[in-house]
């Protein structure tokens, strides 16, 4: 959960989807939310790595971000 191990792995396995393909981060939606401050690299690295252009974002459910691949 932090941002240093989340980029590595979007760095590590986004290219791995395939086109229309679907890559979700769990725990992007606790950032700000007290007790909940050792998950908040999740969404520095998400917002920071995720290209839009390339990632379409399909929408968040609860805590959950998920992106669809563009071809």
């Known amino acids: 959960h ?3 191990g ?3 792995d979007i760095f590590g396995w986004a290219p791995s989807v ?6 979700a981060f769990h725990d992007y939606g606790h ?3 007290r007790g909940f401050e050792h998950v908040y690299g999740v969404r520095r ?11 379409k974002l399909i ?3 609860v805590s959950i971000r ?6």
Do not use: L
């Not at 917002?47 to 990632?55: A, E, L, S």
């Not at 998920?66 to 071809?71: D, E, Q, V």
């Open 18 to 23: 395939e086109c229309d393909g679907y890559i």
């Open 31 to 33: 950032y700000g939310k």
């Open 45 to 55: 690295a998400v917002d920071k790595n995720i290209q839009i252009g390339i990632w």
């Open 59 to 61: 929408g968040d459910v």
């Open 2 to 4: 932090a941002e240093k």
């Open 66 to 71: 998920a992106f669809k691949r563009t071809c």
């Open 6 to 8: 989340v980029t590595r």
